[in-house]
């Protein structure tokens, strides 16, 4: 089969170069996950001076839509979902305590008008019970404070 270098986001490898990064220190950038240009800046940065940094590339045999083999979302494993952006990922596994996530070549779809102002009033209805429930736990709070002002005001006469 024919050899070629490993596929990457062909955008994204133009903007890095224009920082004035080789096209080598690029790839090697965005084939070791970074997902955006601050990534491969880090990484390039970070990389600078290791001895391999400006060997060749390793090629790989070219697959049947190879060009397309970008990934374009990052996956829970466990659940399947979907995510945009690493900072998406982030927030989700900090808030589930998940782990494991992989780089997914299926593209996460955006929201439909309907969709999104479905997703706003489900929030705005999340927000109204968070506020909801804060307040009941306050006002038995304040009732408590009140309680105990009155018995140390008793206690004091």
Not at 60 to 88: D, N, Y
Not at 108 to 117: P, V
Not at 126 to 138: F, P
Request: aromatic residues 4%; charged residues 40%.
């Amino acid at each position: 089969p024919e050899m070629v270098l490993p596929p990457v986001d062909e955008a994204l490898l133009a903007k890095v170069m224009e920082l004035g990064f080789e096209e080598v220190r690029a790839r090697k950038a965005l084939l070791s996950g970074a997902g955006n240009v601050e990534g491969a800046l880090q990484w390039c940065l970070d990389h600078a001076e290791d001895e391999d940094i400006d060997a060749p590339i390793d090629l790989v045999p070219a697959t049947a839509g190879s060009e397309t083999a970008v990934a374009k979302s990052i996956k829970c494993v466990a659940t399947g979902r979907l995510f945009r952006s690493m900072t998406e990922a982030q927030a989700y596994a900090e808030k589930t305590g998940r782990t494991e996530f992989e780089e997914c070549t299926e593209e996460k779809k955006a929201l439909t008008e309907d969709e999104k102002k479905a997703k706003v009033a489900e929030l705005k209805a999340l927000a109204a019970r968070r506020r909801a429930e804060k307040a009941d736990v306050e006002k038995v709070d304040d009732i408590e404070r009140e309680k105990k002002r009155r018995e140390e005001g008793k206690d004091l006469g």
